[in-house]
């Protein structure tokens, strides 16, 4: 989707994912817009609603739930929405085409101890390993992304020339019974997908550990001249960030039942999931490897410094 400031009102009206406001109303400040995905690595927000951990920080908030990280990106930048969260590329491509953003919390932190999102085969495939994939299809959820290059990355690790090996996009959804008929040799599949299908499929590579085996997945940003302007009670959502994030991360069986309430996800599906961890702190050892790698393949337009787009308040 384009980054531009003309299209992100009406992505925001005509968004079909938008849930009632969330309010958290405190002191006589106007309330910070949030929009997030309504998926766990985005999940803080409504965690914080839930909890009201916003009204005891004293920070007033509205909180919407999207489809997707495009519209709420395009949101932030038409001042429709003040805060949203995404990965680190497209907050330095937007950053990259001239719009001030900076971030101002971590959020989704990949772990290589919980692994959500991983390439999987059929239980019963000869596939173990990259070169078992030379001619092959993999399914991807998206194409000519980090997904799909952290792929690539893993292959030339093996030995692979990925030239050889073709790609196909496809919905986590339907990437088990593609495995299963046989139509792909493997998937970059996600949870709770991953854990459904444990009885015939198996993980043979987590591709995302190429970038680094603990990274940020996500991160909290908004544009500078708001941030600035409103700097006490951007702070304060700050804290309260990290406040739920260290209450999310020790109250599993809590947060299971609120991700199951927005993502509509079965909750006992949610329990029997891997699950990701929150950041606690913002620290840009965790933020360089995924703009050095984005900068690698092509996925930004140059080089970037993560401290240079980090907030001065964060």
């Known amino acids: 989707m384009p980054l531009t400031r003309s299209t992100a009102l009406g992505l925001l009206g005509a968004s ?15 309330p910070i817009r949030i929009g997030a995905e309504a998926s766990e690595p985005f999940m803080e927000p409504f965690y914080a609603e ?157 591709p995302a550990d190429t970038v680094s085996l603990h990274y940020y997945s996500g991160l909290w940003y908004g544009r500078r001249a708001y941030l600035d302007a409103n700097a006490g009670n951007v702070q304060r959502l700050v804290d309260s960030f990290y406040d739920t994030a260290r209450w999310a991360n020790a109250h599993r069986p809590q947060t299971a039942e609120i991700l199951a309430k927005y993502s509509k996800i079965e909750v006992g599906r949610v329990r029997n999931m891997a699950r990701i961890q929150y950041a606690t702190g913002l620290d840009s050892r965790l933020a360089q490897p995924l703009l050095d790698f984005a900068a690698t393949y092509k996925l930004i337009d140059k080089p970037m410094s993560a401290i240079d787009l980090f907030w001065k308040g964060a």
């Not at 079909?16 to 106007?30: E, H, Q, V, Y």
Request: aromatic share 6%.
């Open 16 to 30: 079909s994912f938008a849930l009632a406001p969330l309010i958290a109303r405190a002191a006589d400040a106007a």
């Open 50 to 206: 839930e909890q009201g951990i916003f009204v005891r920080d004293r920070v007033a908030v509205t909180t919407e739930a999207f489809g997707n990280g495009s519209v709420v990106l395009d949101a932030v930048l038409g001042n429709a929405l003040d805060i949203g969260n995404t990965d680190l590329i497209p907050i330095a491509n937007a950053v990259n085409h001239g719009f001030d953003l900076a971030i101002i919390a971590s959020g989704g932190l990949h772990a290589t101890e919980s692994v959500t999102i991983a390439l999987c085969v059929a239980k019963n495939s000869p596939i173990h390993g990259p070169k078992d994939l030379e001619g092959q299809i993999i399914g991807l959820p998206q194409l000519k992304s980090a997904p799909q290059m952290e792929v690539v990355e893993w292959l030339r690790r093996g030995g692979v020339d990925p030239s050889r090996v073709s790609f196909y996009e496809m919905h986590f959804s339907e990437m088990v019974p593609a495995l299963l008929r046989g139509t792909i040799a493997a998937a970059l599949n996600g949870e709770p997908f991953i854990t459904d299908s444990k009885d015939v499929t198996r993980i043979i590579g987590v």
